[in-house]
């Protein structure tokens, strides 16, 4: 794990080499084989999690039936939500393919934007912009949906 890789993900990518330093310090690489359960929907929400290599797959569980959200590739991060609330994790994080992921505790990670409130300015003007693209894709596939469900089937 260097600075290179931080660079390179969206939360990370406007900080300095300095800070991107002070980022990975507060981090660490975990590796999951396919199918290992990141975390499950209801754990704790604590850790921020971005892909290094591999796959992860956010799911849901409906009647005992996996219904996969989102399959997330190299420079992808998820369980943001930790960092703005301390609420249970809302869906499942389960390995696509083995994987290898940075992790960083929340605790961690906001203790950084106290010390440091121009790495937690940046860091969450990207989250922000993240957030607003997730929306607006959100948005235009509830339209798809409505506009088909509008033809009757």
Known sequence: MNQEFLKQTVLFQELTEEE????LVIGHVENFKAKDV????GDPGD??????????RISKFIDKNEEALA?????SYFGEMTIL????????????TDATLFSIESKKL???????????????WA??????????????????MMSIANLGF
Do not use: C
């Open 127 to 144: 989250f922000a912009i993240t957030l607003t693209k997730r929306l607006r894709m959100t948005n235009d596939k509830f339209n798809i």
């Open 20 to 23: 991107l330093v002070d980022v």
């Open 71 to 75: 399959v997330l590739e190299p420079q």
């Open 38 to 41: 990141v975390f499950k929907e």
């Open 110 to 124: 906001l203790e950084l934007f106290e010390k440091n409130s121009t790495i937690g300015y940046k860091f969450l």
């Open 85 to 96: 609330d301390s609420e249970p994790r809302s869906a499942w994080a389960i390995a696509h």
């Open 47 to 56: 850790t921020l999690y971005l892909i290094i290599e591999g796959s992860i």
